[in-house]
């Protein structure tokens, strides 16, 4: 009876669990569903539905948005925005637009790829400039955007010419690129493809394995048309393209090492070459391969495969396409070695070299085949812990539960003869003795410091000040009282250091110091005698 028992509890809760995981599929691909899919090198980038951005995968550089620099094995939410429109991701960053056309980028910028003006590494997303967009797109460490008076732009590295300006400068903000308008574009490793709005195909950058489709091998820092048709979309791999033409004919050119032309060889092609004659609804190019969705929905991939990124349940290469499974597809994303692609029933799926947690299943084993991506549960409420250093306190001084997305407040109270030093912790900022967080998505602490006071504000605490001179305005951070060539603040700073002059006494501002001091010893002996006289 109790083994019934038992397996009935077992059998109750298997069906329970199988209704709560379709519940969440459902949602995940219904109002909450997924919109567009992006993909790095080794991160995944989607935009859903609602308008939120959520991203997951390898971190070292912050490409990934939420701040830090650890990995993400599932979709983690990057901030609480729900204007999200579109997102690209490249080698080692992320750019996005907004709804209302503003750029944003984070991630890697040793090159200034991020467009915002400088080198240094963003771990979450800043804004652009105050220009409107229209689209972008990421390569390895450039980045290409239209505005959204088809004005073309780009920015970050230009070793291969990329960039397009003319130049092979580095560029770390925008620089327009002539003054045509521009319908779309696609980044490579070192190069651009551009569709202009009269439908006509240009590219530039490097073109070591004729990637750029110009019948050459020679780099191109400008942009050069490629034939005179007319076309509606293309994907640049590492060193490959694919694009379709306004009538979804597929062509390719550029490197084909491991067949991901898909023509059947391995030989590399200067110039657009047709593959078939099935028409094609989109198309995305990764390092060495290609995935592509028909106009009848179903997905089919070729070319390099040796981490399963083509998704048939196999490491072998493929030259020409082949069929992944009998689902249909709407859209689809290739980064270096991975691949993910959302379903017409919305559903999220993704295969492919998984080091980084790219996948997005929860592990960090790769998968030769799709597997579905589940949304996380989002918690609604996190915990902030207050932490108050010493000679101060901080209220309420007990972790406080806060929504998700809300903000909350504390109090910090330097004890007498001291002030507060910093305040740090969930992204928030100091009024007077008010600490206030920022938006709440993730359990964090706050942490108050403090110092001795000094209020005449020259570097020299008052303690101090009143033991040696009696008074606030005898030392200063210039003054040198017993003219030994330290100044005042230098002595201060030394002795409460503990250093020793080169004779071994301790600094005194009133006793000159012999130069060229070494050495450390206790703290000063004053400091009791200072605190006995505040009390008093």
Not at 89 to 106: C, E, I, N, P, S
Not at 107 to 125: A, F, V, W
Not at 153 to 167: E, K, L, P
Not at 276 to 296: F, L, N, S
Request: hydrophobic fraction near 35%; charge should be negative; charged fraction near 10%.
């Amino acid at each position: 009876m109790k083994s019934a028992q038992i397996h009935s509890w077992w059998a109750a809760a298997i069906v329970l669990l199988l209704a709560l995981t379709a519940c969440v599929s459902q949602a995940w691909a219904a109002a909450d569903g997924v919109a567009k899919v992006a993909a790095g090198n080794s991160h995944t980038v989607i935009l859903k539905t609602d308008g939120t951005l959520w991203a997951w995968g390898g971190n070292p550089y912050g490409q990934v948005g939420d701040g830090t620099t650890v990995n993400k094995t599932s979709p983690v939410q990057i901030g609480i925005a729900t204007d999200w429109q579109a997102v690209a991701g490249g080698q080692d960053h992320t750019v996005a637009l907004k709804q209302d056309g503003t750029l944003w980028a984070w991630g890697k910028n040793q090159s200034g790829q991020l467009g915002d003006g400088t080198t240094t590494q963003r771990n979450s997303p800043v804004q652009i400039g105050t220009a409107t967009w229209l689209a972008v797109a990421a390569g390895y460490v450039h980045t290409v955007a239209v505005k959204q008076d088809g004005t073309l732009w780009a920015w970050g590295n230009n070793g291969g010419g990329q960039v397009g300006d003319g130049t092979t400068t580095q560029r770390n903000s925008p620089v327009q690129i002539g003054t045509a308008t521009w319908l779309a574009v696609t980044a490579g490793a070192y190069y651009t493809v551009a569709v202009k709005q009269d439908g006509t195909l240009w590219a530039w950058g490097s073109n070591n394995y004729s990637q750029l489709g110009d019948g050459t091998t020679t780099q191109r820092n400008s942009p050069v048309q490629i034939g005179t048709a007319t076309w509606q979309t293309v994907a640049a791999g590492d060193y490959h393209a694919v694009a379709l033409k306004q009538d979804g004919t597929r062509w390719v050119w550029g490197q084909n090492l491991s067949g991901q032309l898909g023509d059947g060889t391995t030989i590399n092609k200067s110039s657009p070459v047709q593959i078939g004659t099935v028409t094609w609804q989109t198309v995305a190019a990764g390092y060495a391969q290609t995935i592509a969705v028909k106009q009848d929905g179903t997905l089919w991939a070729w070319g390099l495969n040796n981490y399963g990124q083509l998704g048939d349940g196999t490491t072998t290469n493929k030259s020409s396409p082949v069929q992944i499974g009998t689902a249909t597809w709407q859209a689809v994303a290739s980064g270096t070695f991975h691949t993910v692609a959302l379903k017409q029933d919305g559903t999220l799926w993704a295969w492919g070299n998984n080091g980084g947690g790219q996948v997005g299943d929860g592990t960090t084993i790769q998968r030769n085949s799709p597997v579905q991506i589940l949304p996380p549960i989002v918690p609604t409420t996190w915990l902030v812990t207050p932490s108050a250093g010493a000679n101060g306190s901080i209220s309420p001084s007990v972790p406080q539960t806060v929504e998700h997305g809300a903000a909350t407040s504390f109090t910090v109270t330097p004890d007498e003869g001291y002030s507060i030093a910093a305040v740090t912790g969930c992204n928030g900022s100091l009024n007077g003795n008010t600490y206030t967080t920022g938006a709440i998505t993730a359990d964090c602490t706050v942490t108050a410091f403090f110092r001795e006071t000094d209020s005449d504000g020259d570097g020299i605490d008052d303690a101090w000040e009143e033991y040696w001179f009696g008074d606030l305005t005898t030392a200063s951070a210039s003054s040198d009282y017993d003219k030994d060539g330290y100044s005042d603040l230098q002595e201060y700073l030394n002795a409460l250091a503990g250093e020793t002059d080169s004779a071994g006494a301790p600094y005194n501002p009133k006793v000159k110091n012999a130069p060229g001091g070494t050495g450390y010893q206790n703290p000063m002996a004053w400091l009791p005698a200072v605190k006995l006289l505040l009390k008093q």
